[in-house]
């Protein structure tokens, strides 16, 4: 059935409108000359509407004059009819030639080149050496020659241990492995100082000579664990003595310059403040928004997402534009502008004493906690009031955080007489 | 007559003999009725009337008549006619 409708569809068929006197005798007689009819329906006393295929019209006729009936033709469907109506419309075709065959024509250019897996090295050096092997942003992928490309940027960058080009679609991807560069042993003598000032908890020293004892409170830039170590003897003579007044040895040897490391841990104290008043006013966003996009083109914005008219009062404006990219000095009037309101409100809230007390305290916490940097184990954290003598409508606030912290930090210096 | 109720007689149970489908031997029609949307008439001899309301159709020794609502016929070939639309009923007219 679908194949003879498909069959029909091909070679064209009309609708007629049969008027007679003798309607299922021109049906009988149309069927059994082998033409084929179908959707027959009956519309009035003397109508009928039939289906016939473009070829049959001619014996219909035929039949018409015999059983002295009219026909109208009431529409024409199908391919031929289709073709008929397409060559009076030259220029859509034209159109439609021209607008796919540039389709075909700039999806087998290299419009975007995307650089992945690069940390340390510049992508643009990678886009560079690519460039030259070939493969820029316009070239035709078929001159694009993959293996020329990583080969080149294989030898051109010796950090890169592997390269992979792809080209899909219009976008070509150069997948890159950096090689990872074992960094060499520092040879120069370094120290271990403090960066913070604390109260040393453990000293434990992997190289060098400690310079601080558990116990010490030490300020920011002091050694703790020095990179000079003394020679032996001069060493245990110093150790075995713990006064100290025992003579230098005549002959001194040069000490030992190392590269120290070691881990010094002290207890570190932060600080951090806040205020809080007992009323606050000021401008907050409330969580509404709305989003909207339009074409700008010349003066003229044309929205066509979102609501035209913002129902806020008060509020903050997110804008994105994008814009064609400008050749010489033509640019393209068009932007795409895509906007997000914010709603705001003016706010005003009062707060009781203990509230703002609450408030204040995680405040000035938090506020000392920020100051932190890197893993440290918390000893204590206590918050305290700062009354005045006249109090005012703020709860000011003052907190303490007591760390234990890893506070050295290596520091180089030169090898004296080298 | 008596000749030709013989000659009736005399196919029927040949066909029952042999199991051959009747409609072929006795050139009968062949209805197949889908639910009341369908109705397809094998080995018909032409439309006798045929209205949005009522179709007739000659089936050689009697006519089928179906009535129905909106009755069109989706297809009339020399030995086949499909009939749709909402029928209602279907009578052997003689």
């Keep these: ?418 | 007559m008596a000749w030709r109720d013989f000659k009736k007689r005399f196919k029927r149970q040949m066909s029952d003999m042999l199991e051959i489908p009747s409609d072929i031997i006795m050139d009968l029609p062949k209805i197949v009725l889908v639910g009341d949307l369908q109705l397809f008439i094998e080995n018909h001899r032409g439309i006798v009337e045929y209205t949005a309301e009522n179709v007739r159709v000659n089936v050689g020794d009697y006519e089928v008549a179906v009535s129905g609502e909106e009755l069109i016929l989706r297809n009339i070939l020399p030995d086949e006619i499909c009939l749709e639309g909402r029928i209602k009923s279907l009578q052997f007219v003689r």
């Design chain 1, 1 to 418: 059935m679908f194949l003879f409708r498909l069959i029909s569809f091909m070679f064209g068929y009309v609708n007629i409108l049969v008027r007679g006197e003798n309607l299922e005798k021109f049906l009988n007689m149309a069927a059994s000359r082998g033409i084929y009819l179908w959707d027959i329906r009956r519309i009035g006393e003397n109508e009928l509407f039939v289906k016939t295929r473009l070829s049959a019209v001619k014996p219909l006729r035929h039949i018409g004059r015999k059983t002295k009936s009219r026909f109208s033709f009431r529409g024409r469907e199908g391919i031929p009819f289709v073709i008929s109506r397409i060559r009076k419309r030259k220029s859509l075709v034209i159109g439609v030639v021209f607008f796919l065959s540039g389709l075909y024509v700039l999806s087998s250019f290299v419009w975007f080149i995307d650089v992945t897996g690069n940390r340390r090295l510049p992508a643009e050096r990678i886009l560079e050496t690519a460039a030259e092997a070939g493969l820029r942003v316009g070239t035709a992928k078929l001159m694009v020659d993959q293996e020329k490309v990583e080969n080149l940027i294989r030898e051109r960058i010796p950090e890169i241990s592997y390269v992979g080009v792809s080209i899909s679609g219009t976008r070509a991807t150069i997948e890159i492995a950096e090689k990872t560069i074992i960094q060499k042993e520092k040879l120069q003598p370094a120290h271990i100082v403090a960066k913070k000032a604390g109260l040393v908890k453990e000293v434990l020293v992997l190289v060098g000579n400690p310079a601080v004892r558990e116990g010490d409170t030490v300020v920011p830039g002091q050694i703790l664990i020095s990179g000079i170590i003394p020679h032996p003897e001069e060493q245990s003579g110093e150790a075995g003595s713990p006064d100290g007044n025992q003579v230098a040895p005549p002959l001194t040897i040069p000490p030992a310059y190392v590269h120290a490391r070691g881990v010094v841990r002290a207890r570190v104290w932060y600080e951090g403040y806040a205020e809080v008043p007992l009323l606050e006013e000021g401008v907050r966003e409330t969580g509404n928004s709305v989003s909207r996009a339009c074409i700008k083109i010349g003066s003229r914005e044309i929205i066509f997402s979102g609501r035209r008219d913002i129902p806020f009062t008060d509020c903050r404006i997110e804008r994105e534009v994008k814009k064609p990219p400008a050749w010489r000095n033509l640019s393209i009037p068009v932007e795409l502008i895509s906007e997000k309101y914010y709603e705001l409100e003016k706010y005003r809230e009062m707060r009781s004493r203990d509230e703002a007390a609450r408030l204040a305290r995680l405040k000035a916490l938090e506020s000392a906690r920020s100051g932190i940097g890197g893993p440290v184990r918390v000893i204590e954290e206590q918050a305290r009031e700062i009354t005045l003598k006249n109090p005012d409508n703020l709860v000011r606030f003052r907190a303490y955080i007591e760390v234990l912290e890893d506070i050295g930090m290596e520091k180089t210096f030169e090898r004296p007489g080298s």
